[in-house]
Protein backbone atom coordinates (compact mmCIF):
# COMPACT_ATOMS: atom_id res chain seq x y z
CA UNK A 1 0.00 0.00 0.00
CA UNK A 2 1.07 3.44 -0.98
CA UNK A 3 1.46 5.31 1.62
CA UNK A 4 -0.28 8.50 2.20
CA UNK A 5 1.40 11.41 3.41
CA UNK A 6 -0.66 13.97 1.40
CA UNK A 7 -3.89 14.06 -0.15
CA UNK A 8 -5.39 17.34 -2.15
CA UNK A 9 -9.15 18.47 -2.27
CA UNK A 10 -10.91 19.78 -5.12
CA UNK A 11 -14.45 20.75 -6.28
CA UNK A 12 -15.55 20.53 -9.87
CA UNK A 13 -18.63 20.43 -12.26
CA UNK A 14 -21.37 22.76 -11.05
CA UNK A 15 -21.04 24.16 -7.79
CA UNK A 16 -23.57 23.33 -4.80
CA UNK A 17 -24.31 24.34 -1.61
CA UNK A 18 -22.63 21.69 1.42
CA UNK A 19 -19.38 21.84 -0.97
CA UNK A 20 -17.62 23.82 1.89
CA UNK A 21 -18.91 21.58 4.76
CA UNK A 22 -17.60 18.73 2.77
CA UNK A 23 -13.80 20.46 2.32
CA UNK A 24 -13.82 21.25 5.96
CA UNK A 25 -14.78 17.67 7.10
CA UNK A 26 -11.79 16.49 4.87
CA UNK A 27 -8.97 19.14 5.90
CA UNK A 28 -9.54 18.72 9.36
CA UNK A 29 -10.31 14.71 9.15
CA UNK A 30 -6.86 14.50 7.25
CA UNK A 31 -5.00 16.62 9.49
CA UNK A 32 -6.72 14.43 12.16
CA UNK A 33 -4.78 11.24 11.00
CA UNK A 34 -1.46 13.14 10.58
CA UNK A 35 -1.70 13.69 6.70
CA UNK A 36 -1.26 17.12 4.68
CA UNK A 37 -3.73 18.68 3.07
CA UNK A 38 -3.74 20.90 0.05
CA UNK A 39 -6.78 22.76 -1.00
CA UNK A 40 -6.85 22.53 -5.24
CA UNK A 41 -8.36 25.50 -6.62
CA UNK A 42 -10.47 25.39 -9.74
CA UNK A 43 -11.45 21.70 -10.25
CA UNK A 44 -9.20 20.24 -12.57
CA UNK A 45 -7.68 23.53 -13.74
CA UNK A 46 -5.75 23.94 -10.77
CA UNK A 47 -4.28 20.66 -10.75
CA UNK A 48 -2.93 21.27 -14.19
CA UNK A 49 -1.63 24.97 -13.21
CA UNK A 50 -0.42 24.08 -10.06
CA UNK A 51 -2.86 26.59 -8.51
CA UNK A 52 -3.13 25.57 -4.99
CA UNK A 53 -2.66 25.99 -1.54
CA UNK A 54 -1.52 24.45 1.48
CA UNK A 55 -4.42 23.88 4.07
CA UNK A 56 -4.24 24.45 7.70
CA UNK A 57 -7.05 23.56 10.51
CA UNK A 58 -7.91 27.91 10.35
CA UNK A 59 -8.19 28.05 6.30
CA UNK A 60 -11.60 26.17 6.76
CA UNK A 61 -13.02 27.91 9.77
CA UNK A 62 -15.95 29.70 9.03
CA UNK A 63 -16.98 27.94 6.22
CA UNK A 64 -19.46 25.91 7.20
CA UNK A 65 -22.60 27.71 6.63
CA UNK A 66 -21.37 29.68 3.52
CA UNK A 67 -22.49 28.05 0.32
CA UNK A 68 -20.38 28.23 -3.07
CA UNK A 69 -17.00 27.06 -2.75
CA UNK A 70 -14.01 28.36 -1.31
CA UNK A 71 -11.95 26.33 -3.38
CA UNK A 72 -13.89 27.83 -6.81
CA UNK A 73 -15.16 25.23 -9.15
CA UNK A 74 -14.43 24.69 -12.98
CA UNK A 75 -14.70 22.61 -15.89
CA UNK A 76 -11.93 21.93 -17.45
CA UNK A 77 -11.60 20.69 -20.84
CA UNK A 78 -7.73 20.50 -21.29
CA UNK A 79 -7.90 17.90 -18.19
CA UNK A 80 -9.96 15.30 -20.67
CA UNK A 81 -7.24 15.03 -23.30
CA UNK A 82 -4.04 12.73 -22.96
CA UNK A 83 -2.18 16.04 -22.65
CA UNK A 84 -3.79 17.83 -19.57
CA UNK A 85 -4.07 14.79 -17.20
CA UNK A 86 -0.14 13.36 -17.72
CA UNK A 87 0.21 17.18 -16.79
CA UNK A 88 -1.97 16.39 -14.09
CA UNK A 89 -0.41 13.68 -12.89
CA UNK A 90 2.96 15.15 -13.26
CA UNK A 91 2.02 18.17 -10.85
CA UNK A 92 0.48 15.64 -8.72
CA UNK A 93 4.04 13.69 -8.49
CA UNK A 94 5.59 17.33 -7.91
CA UNK A 95 3.75 18.51 -4.98
CA UNK A 96 4.09 14.75 -3.43
CA UNK A 97 0.43 14.81 -3.55
CA UNK A 98 -0.41 11.42 -2.85
CA UNK A 99 -4.73 10.99 -3.42
CA UNK A 100 -7.30 13.23 -3.89
CA UNK A 101 -10.72 13.69 -2.77
CA UNK A 102 -13.18 14.99 -5.53
CA UNK A 103 -16.16 16.99 -4.36
CA UNK A 104 -18.36 16.87 -7.94
CA UNK A 105 -20.71 14.94 -10.10
CA UNK A 106 -20.63 12.15 -12.63
CA UNK A 107 -18.49 13.75 -14.89
CA UNK A 108 -15.51 14.49 -12.35
CA UNK A 109 -15.74 10.74 -10.92
CA UNK A 110 -15.08 9.86 -14.42
CA UNK A 111 -11.84 12.09 -14.00
CA UNK A 112 -11.25 10.90 -10.60
CA UNK A 113 -11.15 7.10 -11.97
CA UNK A 114 -9.00 8.11 -14.79
CA UNK A 115 -6.19 9.59 -12.25
CA UNK A 116 -6.88 6.66 -10.10
CA UNK A 117 -5.93 4.10 -12.85
CA UNK A 118 -2.38 6.54 -13.30
CA UNK A 119 -1.36 5.92 -9.54
CA UNK A 120 -3.31 9.00 -7.97
CA UNK A 121 -5.88 7.07 -5.84
CA UNK A 122 -9.08 9.51 -5.62
CA UNK A 123 -12.03 9.30 -3.94
CA UNK A 124 -15.79 10.65 -5.09
CA UNK A 125 -18.48 12.88 -3.06
CA UNK A 126 -21.49 13.42 -4.91
CA UNK A 127 -22.21 17.05 -4.80
CA UNK A 128 -24.52 18.67 -7.05
CA UNK A 129 -27.84 20.55 -6.65
CA UNK A 130 -29.58 18.87 -9.27
CA UNK A 131 -29.78 15.53 -7.83
CA UNK A 132 -28.52 13.45 -10.64
CA UNK A 133 -25.51 11.42 -9.57
CA UNK A 134 -27.37 7.90 -10.61
CA UNK A 135 -24.89 5.75 -7.37
CA UNK A 136 -26.12 8.11 -4.99
CA UNK A 137 -29.82 8.60 -3.70
CA UNK A 138 -29.10 12.18 -2.49
CA UNK A 139 -26.07 14.51 -3.02
CA UNK A 140 -24.83 17.58 -1.78
CA UNK A 141 -27.00 20.92 -2.61
CA UNK A 142 -30.29 19.09 -3.30
CA UNK A 143 -31.76 19.62 -0.29
CA UNK A 144 -30.23 23.05 -0.18
CA UNK A 145 -32.10 24.50 -3.75
CA UNK A 146 -34.76 22.60 -2.87
CA UNK A 147 -35.50 24.90 0.06
CA UNK A 148 -34.68 27.63 -1.94
CA UNK A 149 -36.95 27.06 -4.18
CA UNK A 150 -40.06 26.51 -2.04
CA UNK A 151 -39.28 29.65 0.22
CA UNK A 152 -38.93 31.48 -3.74
CA UNK A 153 -42.41 30.23 -4.77
CA UNK A 154 -43.80 30.74 -1.48
CA UNK A 155 -42.90 34.16 -1.87
CA UNK A 156 -44.53 33.71 -5.71
CA UNK A 157 -48.15 32.17 -4.82
CA UNK A 158 -48.84 35.06 -2.25
CA UNK A 159 -48.84 37.75 -5.63
CA UNK A 160 -50.15 34.79 -7.76
CA UNK A 161 -53.22 34.30 -5.10
CA UNK A 162 -53.99 38.12 -4.99
CA UNK A 163 -54.30 38.33 -8.69
CA UNK A 164 -55.75 34.97 -9.79
CA UNK A 165 -52.95 34.21 -12.03
CA UNK A 166 -50.92 30.96 -13.01
CA UNK A 167 -47.16 30.78 -12.32
CA UNK A 168 -45.35 28.87 -14.71
CA UNK A 169 -41.99 28.89 -12.38
CA UNK A 170 -38.71 27.24 -14.32
CA UNK A 171 -36.35 25.37 -11.91
CA UNK A 172 -32.70 23.93 -12.40
CA UNK A 173 -32.49 20.14 -13.88
CA UNK A 174 -31.83 19.49 -17.43
CA UNK A 175 -31.67 16.38 -17.54
CA UNK A 176 -33.30 15.66 -14.34
CA UNK A 177 -36.42 16.63 -12.62
CA UNK A 178 -35.37 15.85 -8.68
CA UNK A 179 -35.47 19.16 -8.50
CA UNK A 180 -39.03 20.11 -10.05
CA UNK A 181 -40.70 17.19 -8.29
CA UNK A 182 -39.66 17.42 -5.06
CA UNK A 183 -40.16 21.18 -4.89
CA UNK A 184 -43.42 21.20 -6.58
CA UNK A 185 -44.34 18.96 -4.23
CA UNK A 186 -43.40 21.46 -1.52
CA UNK A 187 -45.03 23.81 -2.61
CA UNK A 188 -48.20 22.38 -3.83
CA UNK A 189 -47.94 23.00 -7.41
CA UNK A 190 -51.04 21.63 -9.97
CA UNK A 191 -48.45 20.55 -12.50
CA UNK A 192 -44.85 19.55 -12.11
CA UNK A 193 -43.15 18.89 -15.73
CA UNK A 194 -40.05 17.36 -16.14
CA UNK A 195 -38.18 15.54 -18.78
CA UNK A 196 -38.60 11.87 -17.42
CA UNK A 197 -42.19 12.35 -17.74
CA UNK A 198 -43.72 12.96 -21.27
CA UNK A 199 -45.95 16.14 -20.95
CA UNK A 200 -48.04 17.28 -23.56
CA UNK A 201 -49.01 20.44 -22.43
CA UNK A 202 -52.14 21.05 -24.28
CA UNK A 203 -53.60 16.98 -23.63
CA UNK A 204 -51.84 16.80 -20.50
CA UNK A 205 -52.11 20.40 -18.79
CA UNK A 206 -54.68 22.51 -19.96
CA UNK A 207 -57.45 19.80 -19.23
CA UNK A 208 -56.43 19.43 -15.84
CA UNK A 209 -56.53 23.02 -15.09
CA UNK A 210 -60.22 23.79 -16.96
CA UNK A 211 -60.91 20.93 -14.61
CA UNK A 212 -59.56 22.19 -11.10
CA UNK A 213 -60.87 25.54 -12.70
CA UNK A 214 -64.68 24.52 -12.64
CA UNK A 215 -63.99 23.51 -8.80
CA UNK A 216 -63.34 27.31 -8.06
CA UNK A 217 -59.68 27.30 -7.62
CA UNK A 218 -58.51 30.34 -9.47
CA UNK A 219 -54.71 30.54 -8.85
CA UNK A 220 -52.24 27.89 -10.08
CA UNK A 221 -48.54 27.23 -9.48
CA UNK A 222 -46.71 25.15 -12.06
CA UNK A 223 -43.26 23.64 -11.78
CA UNK A 224 -41.48 23.07 -14.67
CA UNK A 225 -37.79 22.03 -14.73
CA UNK A 226 -35.58 23.48 -17.60
CA UNK A 227 -34.80 20.69 -19.58
CA UNK A 228 -38.96 20.43 -20.63
CA UNK A 229 -39.43 23.32 -22.44
CA UNK A 230 -39.30 27.36 -22.59
CA UNK A 231 -41.77 28.82 -19.75
CA UNK A 232 -42.81 31.61 -21.47
CA UNK A 233 -44.19 29.79 -24.37
CA UNK A 234 -45.75 27.18 -22.00
CA UNK A 235 -47.14 30.28 -20.23
CA UNK A 236 -48.53 32.06 -23.18
CA UNK A 237 -50.68 28.31 -24.49
CA UNK A 238 -51.91 28.32 -21.07
CA UNK A 239 -53.28 31.96 -21.21
CA UNK A 240 -54.91 31.12 -24.53
CA UNK A 241 -56.67 27.95 -23.60
CA UNK A 242 -57.90 28.94 -20.68
CA UNK A 243 -58.33 32.48 -20.19
CA UNK A 244 -56.57 32.21 -16.94
CA UNK A 245 -53.48 35.09 -16.80
CA UNK A 246 -50.29 33.27 -16.76
CA UNK A 247 -46.74 34.52 -16.20
CA UNK A 248 -43.41 32.98 -16.35
CA UNK A 249 -40.37 32.78 -13.42
CA UNK A 250 -37.16 31.67 -14.39
CA UNK A 251 -35.17 31.17 -11.20
CA UNK A 252 -32.15 30.97 -12.18
CA UNK A 253 -29.00 30.42 -10.21
CA UNK A 254 -29.79 31.67 -7.03
CA UNK A 255 -30.76 28.36 -6.89
CA UNK A 256 -26.72 27.09 -6.75
CA UNK A 257 -26.35 29.68 -3.76
CA UNK A 258 -26.99 30.28 -0.39
CA UNK A 259 -26.52 28.94 3.49
CA UNK A 260 -26.52 25.04 2.87
CA UNK A 261 -29.34 22.94 5.05
CA UNK A 262 -28.83 20.94 8.16
CA UNK A 263 -28.75 17.46 5.84
CA UNK A 264 -26.95 18.89 3.69
CA UNK A 265 -23.99 19.95 5.85
CA UNK A 266 -24.61 17.16 8.02
CA UNK A 267 -24.24 14.97 4.99
CA UNK A 268 -21.41 16.35 3.33
CA UNK A 269 -19.04 16.36 6.54
CA UNK A 270 -19.72 12.42 7.19
CA UNK A 271 -18.93 11.94 3.65
CA UNK A 272 -15.78 14.24 3.59
CA UNK A 273 -14.33 12.17 6.70
CA UNK A 274 -15.33 8.92 4.94
CA UNK A 275 -13.11 9.70 2.13
CA UNK A 276 -10.68 10.76 4.43
CA UNK A 277 -11.06 7.70 5.73
CA UNK A 278 -10.09 5.25 2.36
CA UNK A 279 -8.05 7.52 1.56
CA UNK A 280 -5.71 7.56 4.36
CA UNK A 281 -5.70 3.26 3.94
CA UNK A 282 -4.48 4.40 -0.17
CA UNK A 283 -8.51 3.18 -1.57
CA UNK A 284 -8.97 5.18 -4.76
CA UNK A 285 -11.47 4.66 -7.10
CA UNK A 286 -14.45 5.09 -5.21
CA UNK A 287 -17.15 7.05 -5.00
CA UNK A 288 -19.10 7.82 -1.42
CA UNK A 289 -22.63 7.81 -1.87
CA UNK A 290 -25.93 7.70 0.11
CA UNK A 291 -28.21 4.42 -0.06
CA UNK A 292 -31.07 3.44 2.31
CA UNK A 293 -30.17 6.92 4.52
CA UNK A 294 -26.54 5.15 5.08
CA UNK A 295 -23.40 6.65 3.84
CA UNK A 296 -21.58 3.87 1.92
CA UNK A 297 -18.87 3.58 -1.34
CA UNK A 298 -18.50 2.01 -4.77
CA UNK A 299 -15.96 1.10 -7.11
CA UNK A 300 -16.25 4.23 -9.19
CA UNK A 301 -17.16 2.39 -12.64
CA UNK A 302 -19.77 0.47 -10.94
CA UNK A 303 -21.33 3.79 -9.32
CA UNK A 304 -20.91 5.22 -13.47
CA UNK A 305 -22.96 2.22 -14.61
CA UNK A 306 -25.72 2.88 -12.25
CA UNK A 307 -29.38 3.75 -13.54
CA UNK A 308 -31.33 5.76 -10.87
CA UNK A 309 -34.78 5.16 -11.24
CA UNK A 310 -37.31 8.28 -11.80
CA UNK A 311 -39.27 8.52 -8.19
CA UNK A 312 -42.41 8.11 -10.58
CA UNK A 313 -44.77 6.80 -7.49
CA UNK A 314 -43.80 10.19 -6.18
CA UNK A 315 -44.71 12.03 -9.46
CA UNK A 316 -48.12 9.83 -9.48
CA UNK A 317 -49.28 10.97 -5.85
CA UNK A 318 -48.13 14.49 -6.99
CA UNK A 319 -50.41 14.44 -9.35
CA UNK A 320 -52.96 12.72 -8.12
CA UNK A 321 -53.37 15.01 -4.95
CA UNK A 322 -52.87 18.42 -6.73
CA UNK A 323 -56.33 18.95 -7.85
P1 LIG B 1 -19.96 17.25 -13.12
O1 LIG B 1 -18.79 16.75 -12.37
O2 LIG B 1 -20.82 18.14 -12.29
O3 LIG B 1 -20.70 16.13 -13.82
P2 LIG B 1 -18.77 18.02 -15.65
O4 LIG B 1 -19.40 16.93 -16.44
O5 LIG B 1 -18.71 19.38 -16.28
O6 LIG B 1 -19.44 18.26 -14.24
O7 LIG B 1 -17.28 17.55 -15.29
C1 LIG B 1 -16.43 18.36 -14.54
C2 LIG B 1 -15.01 18.17 -15.02
O8 LIG B 1 -14.63 16.80 -14.87
C3 LIG B 1 -14.77 18.46 -16.50
O9 LIG B 1 -14.53 19.80 -16.78
C4 LIG B 1 -13.53 17.64 -16.78
O10 LIG B 1 -12.37 18.32 -16.35
C5 LIG B 1 -13.75 16.42 -15.92
N1 LIG B 1 -14.37 15.36 -16.74
C6 LIG B 1 -15.64 15.30 -17.20
N2 LIG B 1 -15.84 14.20 -17.95
C7 LIG B 1 -14.66 13.55 -17.99
C8 LIG B 1 -14.21 12.35 -18.62
N3 LIG B 1 -15.01 11.59 -19.36
N4 LIG B 1 -12.91 12.00 -18.44
C9 LIG B 1 -12.09 12.74 -17.69
N5 LIG B 1 -12.47 13.88 -17.07
C10 LIG B 1 -13.72 14.29 -17.22
Redesign the pocket.
Known amino acids: MKEMKTIGVLT???DAPGMNAAIRAIVRAGIAKGMRVIGIRR??NGLINGDMIEMNLRSVSDIIHRGGTILYT????E??TEEG?QKAVRVCQEMGIDGIAVV????????AS?LSSRGIPCVGLPG?IDNDISSSENCIGFDTAVNTVKEMVDKLRDTTESHDRCSVVEVMGRRAGYIALHAGIAVGATCIIVPEIKTDIEKDIIPKLQNIQKTGKKHFIIVVAEGVGKVDEIAKLIQDKTGIESRATILGHVQRGGSPTVQDRVMASEMGYYAVELLSEGIGNRVIVMKDNKVIDYDIHEALKMEKPFEERLFNIAHTISI
Open positions: SGGGYARSPFRMGGDGSFRGDT
